[in-house]
C-alpha cells in the first residue's frame, strides 16, 4: 500500500508540475523570441553604425575635397594676383618712363619757346 500511495502522491506532484512546466515551456519560448528580437536590434545598431561610419567618412572625404579646390583657388588667385602685381609694376615704370619723357619735352619746348622769345625780341 506504501509504495501505491507514493506512485499516486508522485502521480499528483506531477499532475501539479504540469502547469509549471508548461509555464516554463513557455518562457523559455519567450526567452528565445526575445533573444532572437536583441539579436536583431543588435544587428540593425551595426548596420546604423556602419552605414554611419560610411557617411561620416564620405562627409570627410568630401569636406577634404572641398578644402582641395579652396586650395587650388587660392593658389590660382595668388598666382594671379602675383601676375597682375607684376603687370601693375610693369605699367608704372612705363608710365613714370613717359611722364619724364614729357616732362624733358616740356622742358625742351619751353627753353625752345624762350629762345623764340628771346628771338623775336632781338628782331624786333
Known sequence: MELKQTIESAVT???ELLP???ELSNLKAAQEEAKAKLTAVKDDI??????LRN????LTAAQIQ??????N??????QELTTLTG????ATTQRDVVYAAVRDLQEK???LQASLENLKKRFA
Open 20 to 22: 509549471v512546466i508548461d
Open 46 to 51: 551595426s548596420k546604423a553604425e556602419a552605414e
Open 55 to 58: 557617411k561620416v567618412a564620405g
Open 73 to 78: 583657388n587660392v593658389q590660382a588667385k595668388r
Open 13 to 15: 506532484l506531477l499532475q
Open 109 to 111: 619746348h619751353d627753353q
Open 87 to 90: 603687370q601693375t609694376e610693369q
Open 66 to 71: 572641398n578644402l582641395k579646390d579652396l586650395e
